[in-house]
């Protein structure tokens, strides 16, 4: 590992026409990307190609058209105003698939730009809050640029990386990005009261971040032996596990520990996981294994939407053609808890978002469907749990019409009928 003493100095490797990966989500190296922005005038037809990042993300600003290019596998907030399906672009695949893609290098990968602790002793750093989908990048990049943050908690599982690994590097010592959900309104919690009532003690849960888990985890308090095989998992996880509603007993895939492929909080969520041996961090090609997920017993996906139509279709990720996420992990634990035994995949959302309703005849034009109607097994609002598996489209329709929102159900009524006559 070579240490330079600017992070322009240690992107001195990348030239132009290359394809770089950029690790995500907290793990966001902000110091590699603002000094990646600074050798703009250096560069040409360079492609980022990254999971959601955190940020300004100033790379994707059009003054920087035909200097970089982004493939987003995801994209956060930072992208939604940027995304155009041309300079800023959307990469739609299943989050258990990503490792096997880069490995494939359909889309070699030249530089990898990575975030890590500082190496122990042994020369060993640690991918910290997000293995997800960067160690495979490692493997396959010809080079690696780190990151090295003083602040970066150490994490166990599949996240370690040696020194010998790393062939340019900076230091720094920066906060990790903290996201916090805030407070869940008075609907939320009614979803996840509805949520929880669905939930058995055993199960072994998938939650994300936002409002509706932590509501969710906030009704959970009074069941034993819950375990976490996940995605991700935020702050609202530490009150269940700490007190002992979560212990992991009845996992049958790593039982013991809290399983995820990356972690999003607060400080207090990164003093939690550093160098806590019951949590690993592994890679999403195993998390979100469908083939792995199966095999833990009462598999409990809580995952949401942007709309759902009657039959029981689901758009994650987009509003008409406009792209705002991207297909994620929904799907990989969807079907992994529909073929978990005692398993329930579940989508869990308000009824309305803007006065309009989230339940609607038909999806807008262009909606992505992230969730086929056949995956699709409860559908949860604050008026109750709609239970589609099994049903006819008639049946689904009436379930889902049931459970929105009382203003919106005469017009969702009139509408299933109209398109049926």
Known sequence: MKLHPTAEDALACIVPGQRVFVHGMAATPHVLLAGLVKRAEQLRDIELIHLHTHGPGAYADPAFDGV??????????????????????????????????????????????????PPDKHGHCSLGVGIDVTRTAIDVADVVVAQVNAQMPRTHGEGFIHV??????????????????????????????????????????????????????????????????????????????????VDNSQKHIMPGRTVATFVMGTRRLYDFIDDNTSVELRDAGFVNNVAVIKKNPRVTAINSAVEIDMTGQVCADSLGHRVISGVGGQMDFIRGASLSEHGKPIIALPSRARGESRIVPTLKPGAGVVTTRAHVHYVVTEYGVADLYGKTISERARALISIAHPEDRERLDRAWHAARS
């Open 68 to 117: 970089f290019r982004v493939a987003n596998l995801f994209l956060g907030p930072n992208m939604r105003d940027q995304y155009d399906a041309n300079r800023v672009d959307y990469l739609p695949c299943f989050l258990s698939e990503i490792p096997a893609l880069l490995r494939s290098r359909r889309r070699p990968i030249h530089v990898a730009l990575i975030h890590v602790s």
């Open 164 to 245: 010998v690994e790393i062939d340019h590097a900076v230091e720094v010592d920066v906060p990790i990005d903290e996201v916090s959900a805030g407070e869940p309104t008075e609907v939320e919690l009614a979803i996840g009261r509805h949520v929880a009532s669905l939930i058995e003690d055993g199960a072994t849960l998938q939650t994300g971040i936002g409002r509706i888990p932590d509501a969710v985890l906030r009704a959970l308090t009074r069941h034993r032996n819950l375990g976490v095989h996940s995605e991700m998992f935020s702050d609202g996880l530490i009150d269940l596990i700490e007190s002992g509603a």
